[in-house]
């Protein structure tokens, strides 16, 4: 029996499920992908989408396998490069593989039309107009954008940490739980610049950043509701561009993020409906790996122009 699969891959975590007659049958996980200078991207991508086939057991007969990524590269010769490498590694299945932004809408909203921000370790916004053109704000990676993402609230924890601790800044609860997550502060930053992960790493700051906000801290308070405030005014941008004179537009959301509800989630909604009152808060129908799922049950639709497929490969 001919399979297909179905990847959503961040930086943080990659999961890819088996798919039969339109139904995710069985997940695997794997680690995400490394930013860093010593580290081909493309081979990180490779080999995290190798290791979740293998922990599925390495099905044989995979006729098309979808994939929505974080570290889709934009070049479209890179792009190939790593279709070719993923299809090498699965015994050669046809391949759709384009950014996270389009999994994490299709899961979303179905392939309707709206605008749906994922918010985790990165952040994108991705509107698709009536008349099915694609709008993009963000998405730009950690030194140039990804405002208001889990990456962007470590670092300023770590930052208010180190002002702190220098004199520069007031001081926070933040430090004592950011000495109980790394143990002395003295090198912190050489620790975080020498790390083979540093956007992960810093990441994985925000359950230690959420507590410390919710213990009361006006740094850490900030913290969130400035990213959230990011994170609302890329979704209007967005907005803007696609549905400039639109009411009752679908807005959805989906990453990690959002599952903070009480620092992300419901904070977001509420600002989005106040800056943005023609929009209707549409509660995603699906996740990011949803997405992929339905895009292989159904078509790339309106997706198309931003995902490579085998066919467009084939003829490089």
Same mark, same amino acid.
């Given at each position: 029996?001919?399979?297909?699969?179905?990847?959503?891959?961040?930086?943080?975590?990659?999961?890819?499920? *088996?798919?039969?007659?339109? /139904? /995710? *049958?069985?997940?695997?996980?794997?680690?995400?992908?490394?930013?860093?200078?010593?580290?081909?991207?493309?081979?990180?991508?490779?080999?995290?989408?190798?290791?979740?086939? #293998?922990? +599925?057991?390495?099905?044989?007969?995979?006729?098309?396998?979808?994939?929505?990524?974080?570290?889709?590269?934009?070049?479209? *010769?890179?792009?190939?490069?790593?279709?070719?490498?993923?299809?090498?590694? +699965?015994?050669?299945?046809?391949?759709? %593989?384009?950014?996270?932004?389009?999994?994490?809408?299709?899961?979303?909203?179905?392939?309707?039309?709206?605008?749906?921000?994922?918010?985790?370790?990165?952040?994108?916004? +991705?509107?698709?107009?009536?008349?099915?053109?694609?709008?993009?704000?963000?998405?730009?990676?950690?030194?140039?954008?990804?405002?208001?993402?889990?990456?962007?609230?470590?670092?300023?924890?770590?930052?208010?940490?180190?002002?702190?601790?220098?004199?520069?800044?007031?001081?926070?609860?933040?430090?004592?739980?950011? =000495?109980? /997550?790394?143990?002395?502060?003295?090198?912190?930053? =050489?620790?975080?610049?020498?790390? !083979?992960?540093?956007?992960?790493?810093?990441?994985?700051?925000?359950?230690? #950043?959420?507590?410390?906000?919710?213990?009361?801290?006006?740094?850490?308070?900030?913290?969130?509701?400035?990213?959230?405030?990011? %994170?609302?005014?890329?979704?209007?941008?967005?907005?803007?561009?696609?549905? !400039?004179?639109?009411?009752?537009? !679908? #807005?959805?959301?989906?990453?990690?993020?959002?599952?903070?509800?009480?620092?992300?989630?419901?904070?977001?909604?509420?600002? #989005? =409906?106040?800056?943005?009152?023609?929009?209707?808060?549409?509660?995603?129908?699906?996740? =990011? %790996?949803?997405?992929? *799922?339905?895009? +292989?049950?159904?078509?790339?639709? !309106?997706?198309?122009?931003?995902?490579?497929?085998?066919?467009?490969?084939?003829?490089?």
């Amino acid at each position: 029996m001919s399979l297909e699969l179905a990847v959503d891959g961040g930086q943080t975590n990659l999961r890819m499920a *088996v798919v039969r007659d339109g /139904a /995710a *049958v069985e997940i695997a996980h794997a680690g995400g992908f490394a930013y860093s200078a010593e580290t081909d991207l493309l081979d990180s991508v490779s080999d995290a989408v190798t290791e979740a086939y #293998v922990a +599925l057991g390495s099905p044989a007969g995979v006729r098309r396998i979808c994939l929505g990524l974080t570290a889709a590269p934009l070049q479209p *010769v890179r792009r190939r490069r790593l279709a070719a490498r993923i299809r090498d590694r +699965l015994g050669g299945p046809e391949v759709w %593989l384009g950014p996270d932004m389009v999994t994490a809408h299709a899961g979303a909203l179905g392939g309707a039309a709206g605008v749906v921000t994922a918010a985790g370790t990165g952040v994108v916004c +991705l509107g698709i107009a009536a008349d099915g053109t694609a709008h993009q704000a963000d998405g730009h990676g950690y030194l140039l954008g990804d405002s208001g993402s889990g990456f962007a609230i470590g670092r300023a924890a770590l930052r208010a940490v180190l002002a702190a601790r220098d004199g520069r800044g007031p001081a926070t609860l933040l430090t004592e739980a950011a =000495q109980d /997550a790394f143990g002395d502060l003295a090198g912190l930053p =050489q620790r975080i610049y020498t790390s !083979p992960a540093p956007v992960r790493l810093l990441a994985t700051c925000t359950p230690w #950043v959420a507590a410390v906000a919710r213990a009361g801290d006006p740094i850490a308070r900030a913290i969130w509701s400035g990213a959230v405030d990011d %994170l609302v005014t890329t979704t209007a941008a967005v907005l803007a561009r696609a549905f !400039p004179d639109a009411e009752d537009v !679908p #807005v959805s959301y989906a990453g990690g993020l959002f599952t903070i509800d009480d620092l992300v989630r419901r904070p977001y909604l509420d600002a #989005v =409906q106040e800056r943005c009152p023609g929009v209707r808060v549409h509660e995603p129908l699906g996740s =990011q %790996l949803d997405g992929a *799922v339905r895009l +292989l049950a159904g078509g790339l639709g !309106p997706y198309t122009p931003l995902m490579l497929t085998a066919e467009s490969d084939s003829r490089v």
